[in-house]
T-cell receptor, first 114, second 115 residues
Framework: AQSVTQLGSHVSVSEGALVLLRCNYS??????LFWYVQYPNQGLQLLLK??????LVKGINGFEAEFKKSETSFHLTKPSAHMSDAAEYFC????????????FGQGTELSVKP | GAVVSQHPSRVICKSGTSVKIECRSL??????MFWYRQFPKQSLMLMAT?????????EQGVEKDKFLINHASLTLSTLTVTSAHPEDSSFYIC???????????FGPGTRLLVL
Protein backbone atom coordinates (compact mmCIF):
# COMPACT_ATOMS: atom_id res chain seq x y z
CA ALA A 1 0.00 0.00 0.00
CA GLN A 2 1.08 3.55 -0.64
CA SER A 3 0.24 6.87 0.94
CA VAL A 4 1.36 10.48 0.87
CA THR A 5 1.27 13.11 3.59
CA GLN A 6 1.82 16.77 2.89
CA LEU A 7 2.61 18.66 6.06
CA GLY A 8 0.88 22.01 6.11
CA SER A 9 -2.24 22.69 4.09
CA HIS A 10 -1.16 26.30 3.73
CA VAL A 11 2.29 27.85 3.53
CA SER A 12 2.95 31.56 3.28
CA VAL A 13 6.31 33.08 2.33
CA SER A 14 7.56 36.49 1.36
CA GLU A 15 8.68 37.20 -2.17
CA GLY A 16 12.35 36.27 -2.46
CA ALA A 17 12.26 33.89 0.49
CA LEU A 18 12.93 30.17 0.46
CA VAL A 19 10.02 27.93 -0.42
CA LEU A 20 9.84 24.57 1.38
CA LEU A 21 6.85 22.29 0.87
CA ARG A 22 6.97 19.03 2.76
CA CYS A 23 5.98 15.61 1.48
CA ASN A 24 6.39 12.26 3.19
CA TYR A 25 5.42 9.00 1.60
CA SER A 26 4.83 5.40 2.50
CA UNK A 27 5.46 2.61 0.01
CA UNK A 28 6.18 -1.11 0.31
CA UNK A 29 8.03 -1.06 -3.03
CA UNK A 30 10.44 1.48 -4.52
CA UNK A 31 8.36 4.56 -5.23
CA UNK A 32 8.04 6.94 -8.11
CA LEU A 33 7.36 10.42 -6.73
CA PHE A 34 5.91 13.51 -8.36
CA TRP A 35 5.19 17.14 -7.61
CA TYR A 36 2.42 18.85 -9.53
CA VAL A 37 1.26 22.48 -9.41
CA GLN A 38 -2.31 23.64 -9.94
CA TYR A 39 -3.31 27.21 -10.64
CA PRO A 40 -6.93 28.25 -10.02
CA ASN A 41 -9.44 26.60 -12.32
CA GLN A 42 -6.75 24.73 -14.20
CA GLY A 43 -5.47 21.20 -14.44
CA LEU A 44 -2.24 19.94 -12.92
CA GLN A 45 1.16 20.72 -14.36
CA LEU A 46 4.12 18.44 -13.72
CA LEU A 47 6.88 20.22 -11.83
CA LEU A 48 9.29 17.33 -11.41
CA LYS A 49 9.50 13.61 -10.82
CA UNK A 50 11.72 11.01 -9.19
CA UNK A 51 11.87 7.61 -10.83
CA UNK A 52 14.89 5.93 -9.21
CA UNK A 53 17.63 7.87 -10.94
CA UNK A 54 19.33 10.85 -9.30
CA UNK A 55 17.98 11.60 -5.83
CA LEU A 56 18.14 15.37 -6.36
CA VAL A 57 15.67 16.25 -9.03
CA LYS A 58 15.45 19.59 -10.77
CA GLY A 59 12.20 20.71 -12.29
CA ILE A 60 10.63 23.64 -14.02
CA ASN A 61 10.38 27.19 -12.69
CA GLY A 62 13.43 26.78 -10.45
CA PHE A 63 11.97 24.08 -8.23
CA GLU A 64 13.83 21.04 -7.04
CA ALA A 65 13.22 18.11 -4.72
CA GLU A 66 15.39 15.57 -2.98
CA PHE A 67 14.42 11.95 -2.49
CA LYS A 68 15.52 10.77 0.96
CA LYS A 69 14.76 7.12 1.44
CA SER A 70 15.85 7.07 5.09
CA GLU A 71 13.38 9.84 5.88
CA THR A 72 10.72 8.69 3.38
CA SER A 73 10.58 12.28 2.20
CA PHE A 74 10.43 14.18 -1.05
CA HIS A 75 10.31 17.84 -0.05
CA LEU A 76 9.97 20.54 -2.69
CA THR A 77 12.15 23.63 -2.53
CA LYS A 78 12.83 26.82 -4.39
CA PRO A 79 15.52 29.28 -3.28
CA SER A 80 13.59 32.45 -4.02
CA ALA A 81 9.81 32.72 -4.25
CA HIS A 82 8.10 34.73 -6.96
CA MET A 83 4.59 36.06 -6.83
CA SER A 84 3.75 33.77 -9.73
CA ASP A 85 4.52 30.72 -7.56
CA ALA A 86 1.31 31.22 -5.61
CA ALA A 87 -0.72 28.09 -6.34
CA GLU A 88 -1.74 24.69 -5.00
CA TYR A 89 0.96 22.04 -4.92
CA PHE A 90 0.37 18.30 -4.87
CA CYS A 91 2.78 15.53 -4.05
CA UNK A 92 1.95 12.10 -5.48
CA UNK A 93 3.36 8.58 -5.39
CA UNK A 94 3.10 5.50 -7.54
CA UNK A 95 5.24 2.44 -8.26
CA UNK A 96 6.13 0.08 -11.07
CA UNK A 97 3.31 -2.29 -10.12
CA UNK A 98 0.52 0.29 -9.84
CA UNK A 99 -0.35 0.68 -13.50
CA UNK A 100 0.43 4.37 -13.33
CA UNK A 101 -2.21 5.00 -10.68
CA UNK A 102 -1.24 7.95 -8.48
CA UNK A 103 -1.89 8.46 -4.78
CA PHE A 104 -2.10 12.17 -4.04
CA GLY A 105 -1.42 14.14 -0.93
CA GLN A 106 -3.99 16.63 0.28
CA GLY A 107 -2.22 19.53 -1.29
CA THR A 108 -0.45 22.62 0.04
CA GLU A 109 -1.57 26.08 -0.88
CA LEU A 110 1.38 28.41 -1.29
CA SER A 111 0.85 32.12 -0.78
CA VAL A 112 3.55 34.64 -1.66
CA LYS A 113 3.51 38.01 0.03
CA PRO A 114 5.00 41.06 -1.66
CA GLY B 1 5.20 17.73 -25.80
CA ALA B 2 2.80 15.65 -23.64
CA VAL B 3 -0.24 17.86 -24.09
CA VAL B 4 -3.67 16.76 -22.96
CA SER B 5 -6.83 18.63 -23.90
CA GLN B 6 -10.33 18.52 -22.48
CA HIS B 7 -13.53 19.67 -24.06
CA PRO B 8 -15.61 21.48 -23.05
CA SER B 9 -13.80 23.60 -20.49
CA ARG B 10 -17.06 24.65 -18.93
CA VAL B 11 -20.61 23.37 -19.25
CA ILE B 12 -23.92 24.31 -17.70
CA CYS B 13 -26.81 21.91 -18.06
CA LYS B 14 -30.25 21.24 -16.69
CA SER B 15 -30.91 18.53 -14.16
CA GLY B 16 -31.71 15.23 -15.84
CA THR B 17 -29.65 15.78 -18.97
CA SER B 18 -26.45 13.98 -19.92
CA VAL B 19 -23.11 15.62 -20.49
CA LYS B 20 -20.12 14.24 -22.37
CA ILE B 21 -16.56 15.35 -21.64
CA GLU B 22 -13.73 14.51 -23.99
CA CYS B 23 -10.11 13.96 -23.06
CA ARG B 24 -7.49 13.85 -25.79
CA SER B 25 -3.75 13.25 -25.75
CA LEU B 26 -2.60 15.53 -28.56
CA UNK B 27 0.98 14.46 -29.20
CA UNK B 28 1.34 11.00 -27.69
CA UNK B 29 -0.48 7.72 -27.38
CA UNK B 30 -2.10 6.82 -24.10
CA UNK B 31 -3.14 3.26 -23.39
CA UNK B 32 -4.41 4.40 -20.02
CA MET B 33 -6.30 7.52 -19.03
CA PHE B 34 -7.67 8.52 -15.66
CA TRP B 35 -10.70 10.53 -14.63
CA TYR B 36 -10.71 12.60 -11.47
CA ARG B 37 -13.16 14.76 -9.66
CA GLN B 38 -12.08 17.69 -7.55
CA PHE B 39 -14.12 19.58 -4.99
CA PRO B 40 -13.17 23.13 -3.97
CA LYS B 41 -10.05 23.33 -1.86
CA GLN B 42 -9.58 19.57 -1.97
CA SER B 43 -7.27 17.08 -3.58
CA LEU B 44 -8.13 15.01 -6.62
CA MET B 45 -10.42 12.04 -6.19
CA LEU B 46 -9.81 9.24 -8.68
CA MET B 47 -13.07 8.12 -10.24
CA ALA B 48 -11.94 5.54 -12.75
CA THR B 49 -9.12 4.16 -14.85
CA UNK B 50 -9.80 3.98 -18.55
CA UNK B 51 -7.93 1.48 -20.69
CA UNK B 52 -8.05 1.58 -24.46
CA UNK B 53 -10.24 -1.16 -25.86
CA UNK B 54 -11.47 -2.49 -22.54
CA UNK B 55 -13.92 -1.64 -19.80
CA UNK B 56 -13.03 1.06 -17.34
CA UNK B 57 -12.15 0.22 -13.76
CA UNK B 58 -14.14 2.28 -11.29
CA GLU B 59 -13.08 3.24 -7.79
CA GLN B 60 -15.18 2.17 -4.87
CA GLY B 61 -18.26 4.30 -4.47
CA VAL B 62 -18.32 5.58 -8.05
CA GLU B 63 -21.43 4.58 -9.96
CA LYS B 64 -20.40 3.11 -13.28
CA ASP B 65 -23.88 3.53 -14.76
CA LYS B 66 -23.86 7.20 -13.91
CA PHE B 67 -20.34 7.98 -15.08
CA LEU B 68 -19.91 6.19 -18.38
CA ILE B 69 -16.38 5.98 -19.69
CA ASN B 70 -15.32 5.05 -23.18
CA HIS B 71 -11.72 4.78 -24.37
CA ALA B 72 -12.13 4.00 -28.03
CA SER B 73 -8.68 5.00 -29.26
CA LEU B 74 -5.17 5.57 -28.00
CA THR B 75 -5.76 9.32 -27.91
CA LEU B 76 -9.35 9.75 -26.78
CA SER B 77 -11.34 8.92 -23.68
CA THR B 78 -14.81 10.25 -22.91
CA LEU B 79 -16.72 10.63 -19.65
CA THR B 80 -20.49 10.90 -19.86
CA VAL B 81 -22.35 12.06 -16.80
CA THR B 82 -25.79 10.57 -17.26
CA SER B 83 -28.95 12.11 -15.84
CA ALA B 84 -26.92 14.81 -14.15
CA HIS B 85 -28.09 16.29 -10.86
CA PRO B 86 -26.89 19.36 -8.96
CA GLU B 87 -24.71 17.19 -6.71
CA ASP B 88 -22.73 16.17 -9.80
CA SER B 89 -21.57 19.75 -10.20
CA SER B 90 -17.82 19.68 -9.86
CA PHE B 91 -14.46 20.11 -11.58
CA TYR B 92 -13.60 17.04 -13.64
CA ILE B 93 -10.00 16.46 -14.67
CA CYS B 94 -8.57 13.77 -16.92
CA UNK B 95 -5.02 12.60 -17.28
CA UNK B 96 -3.20 10.43 -19.77
CA UNK B 97 -0.41 7.98 -19.10
CA UNK B 98 2.13 7.97 -21.89
CA UNK B 99 2.37 4.37 -23.11
CA UNK B 100 5.32 2.63 -21.51
CA UNK B 101 5.96 5.42 -19.02
CA UNK B 102 4.96 6.19 -15.47
CA UNK B 103 4.03 9.87 -15.72
CA UNK B 104 0.47 11.17 -15.90
CA UNK B 105 -0.13 14.32 -17.91
CA PHE B 106 -3.23 16.25 -17.00
CA GLY B 107 -5.86 18.05 -18.98
CA PRO B 108 -7.01 21.57 -18.07
CA GLY B 109 -10.23 20.37 -16.47
CA THR B 110 -13.96 20.76 -17.12
CA ARG B 111 -16.20 22.77 -14.84
CA LEU B 112 -19.67 21.21 -14.74
CA LEU B 113 -22.60 23.09 -13.28
CA VAL B 114 -25.94 21.32 -13.12
CA LEU B 115 -28.93 23.55 -12.49
Amino acid sequence: AQSVTQLGSHVSVSEGALVLLRCNYSSSVPPYLFWYVQYPNQGLQLLLKYTSAATLVKGINGFEAEFKKSETSFHLTKPSAHMSDAAEYFCAVTAYNQGGKLIFGQGTELSVKP
Amino acid sequence: GAVVSQHPSRVICKSGTSVKIECRSLDFQATTMFWYRQFPKQSLMLMATSNEGSKATYEQGVEKDKFLINHASLTLSTLTVTSAHPEDSSFYICSALMTGQETQYFGPGTRLLVL
